[in-house]
């Protein structure tokens, strides 16, 4: 079992925490930016408009 690096969830949710787990972890970063921008066109692709827009509202919400 792993520790806890001593952080509450709330505490995580901050974007000082955020930004730091992202400065460290750039591949990461770069997947979640990754799929961030292409969620719309893959929606497009697969299942038309009405997928596009949920795709560019899942965007957002990411």
């Known amino acids: 079992m792993r520790s806890s690096p001593g952080y509450t969830f709330l505490e995580s949710l901050k974007s000082d925490q955020r ?4 400065e460290s972890h750039k591949g990461v970063a770069m997947v979640m930016i990754l799929i961030v921008f ?3 066109f893959v929606g497009l692709a697969i299942r038309g408009l009405g997928a596009a827009v949920i795709g560019v509202i899942l965007s957002i919400a990411a």
């Open 19 to 22: 930004k730091g787990f992202y």
């Open 38 to 40: 292409f969620a719309p």
